[in-house]
């Protein structure tokens, strides 16, 4: 059976992104108080578009001769993103923390970028995703900044 290959930059994109979703989609059924509905939709709005990014990460991974994994216990053996508690949670902990979470995906994707100066167009997608995910931490974080 041949090695599988993969780009260890865009497998660790691929699977902080599916985390996201999910730990998105965990808050969102679980939400409560002021502000529920924008929030509840919001998060809806987040989930949507990571999931996008998400699959244009796993697609891009094949493209150039990858494996993507996005299997659940890869995801949960390699995401970075910070899990959230099970059961109710207030509105405003939501927002404040999927703002930190979105921006810190966001960094650490960033922060890899020069290790695919050899590959600009995946260079250029995660480019493309971080500045999505810019958007949407803003997003949140100007229901909660003054």
């Known amino acids: 059976m041949p090695a599988v290959r993969t ?24 939400v409560r108080g002021t502000n529920f509905r924008s929030v509840h939709l919001e998060l809806d709005e987040v989930i949507d578009q990571v999931r996008i990014n998400s699959d ?4 891009r ?29 207030n509105a405003p902990v939501v927002v404040a923390e999927f703002a ?13 970028l020069t290790e695919l100066d050899e590959d600009l167009p995946s260079q250029d997608l995660l480019i493309e995703i971080v500045a999505g995910l810019d958007k949407a ?10």
Request: proline residues 6%; charged residues 20%; aromatic residues 2%.
């Open 7 to 30: 780009n260890p930059i865009l497998q660790a994109a691929l699977v902080d992104l599916i985390d996201l979703s999910l730990l998105a989609k965990q808050a969102h059924w679980n």
């Open 56 to 59: 244009d990460v796993a697609e």
């Open 61 to 89: 991974l094949a493209a150039v001769g990858g494996s993507p994994d996005g299997r659940a216990a890869t995801v949960a053996a390699t995401s970075q993103v910070p899990s959230i508690e099970p059961g109710p949670i």
């Open 100 to 112: 930190a979470r979105i921006s810190d995906a966001a960094r650490r994707i960033e922060t890899a």
């Open 137 to 146: 931490a803003w997003m949140l974080r100007s229901q909660i900044e003054g």
